[in-house]
Every structure is written in structure tokens, then in C-alpha cells.
């Protein structure tokens, strides 16, 4: 079945850097676009990045653009985030997403999260 499984979040000071990772499993990767997204306490989802599927494409949120980085390595089935400058507003719990063709129709993964905390 399709797996999400995120990591590399932890606590970092304010403009410290951090990168998460999303391993896949349980669909073609490799033809599969990527999204990160974030939620933090009392608010809304939000999309922070996305990258196509063979990588040649992304786009990022604006409150991201020029510290953070989405990549992809196809090979290892995993999908990136690098995280620099870091702010304390970048606070939230991070999932990776994607959208799976399977049993004839398109369905939306979500793993469990991983929590970045940015704090002094």
C-alpha cells in the first residue's frame, strides 16, 4: 500500500537549518509529482512546495521562497525539503503529499508528520 514516512524535524534556532525527508512506497515514484505542506497550532494546512515528478519543476510558497528547497532523488524514492534561515513562524508540524492513481481512481496520501520547532 502507499506509505509517506517523513523525517528530520526536531528543534533549531532561529536561522539554523534543517532537511526533511519523505521515503515512498507503494507507487511509481518516479511519475508521481510531490508536495510538502505545513500546520501549524490553531491554523490552516498550508502548501509550502511542490516539485514535478521528474524534478525539473517546483514552486514555493511565498512566505519560503529563497530559504527553503524541495528536491528529489527518484533512485532512493524520497523527496526533500532543505530549510534555511529558519523563523520562528516556520513552527509547525511538516507532511509530505501526493496524489496516487489507484483502483481507478485518484486518491490523496498524507504521512504522519514530523514537527520543526523554531525557538531560541
Known amino acids: 500500500q502507499v506509505q509517506l514516512v517523513e523525517s528530520g524535524g526536531g528543534l533549531v534556532q532561529p536561522g539554523g537549518s534543517l532537511r526533511l525527508s519523505c521515503a515512498a512506497s507503494?507507487?511509481?515514484?518516479?511519475?508521481?509529482?510531490m508536495k510538502w505542506y505545513r500546520q501549524a497550532p490553531g491554523k490552516e494546512r498550508e502548501l509550502v512546495a511542490g516539485?514535478?515528478?521528474?524534478?525539473?519543476?517546483?514552486n514555493y510558497a511565498d512566505s519560503v521562497k529563497g530559504r527553503f528547497t524541495i528536491s528529489r532523488d527518484n533512485a532512493k524514492n524520497t523527496v526533500y525539503l532543505q530549510m534555511n534561515s529558519l523563523k520562528p513562524e516556520d513552527t509547525a508540524v511538516y507532511y509530505c503529499?501526493?496524489?496516487?492513481?489507484?483502483?481507478?481512481?485518484?486518491?490523496?496520501?498524507w504521512g504522519q508528520g514530523t514537527q520543526v520547532t523554531v525557538s531560541s
Open positions: 516539485i514535478s515528478s521528474t524534478g525539473g519543476s517546483t
Open positions: 503529499q501526493a496524489n496516487v492513481w489507484t483502483s481507478r481512481r485518484w486518491s490523496s496520501y
Open positions: 507503494g507507487f511509481t515514484f518516479s511519475s508521481t509529482a
